[in-house]
């Protein structure tokens, strides 16, 4: 449990979310409202894949 919680929070560190803020809006400006927040679940949920994968298939130190 302790690795998952280091990992989300290094995870957190490295993916700056709050600086990625302006990103996203002008990279979501022509989609539809709607399918706005679909988008953004799909690419978190990637985002948690490769991370959960490399957490488990890579080398521990």
Known sequence: ??????????????MDPLGNVPLFLTSLRNTKAER?????????LIALAVMVTFLFA???C
């Open 58 to 60: 890579g080398r521990g």
């Open 36 to 44: 706005r927040q679909w988008v953004i679940l799909r690419e978190c």
């Open 1 to 14: 449990m302790e690795v998952m919680i280091s990992a989300a929070f290094t995870f957190l560190l490295v």
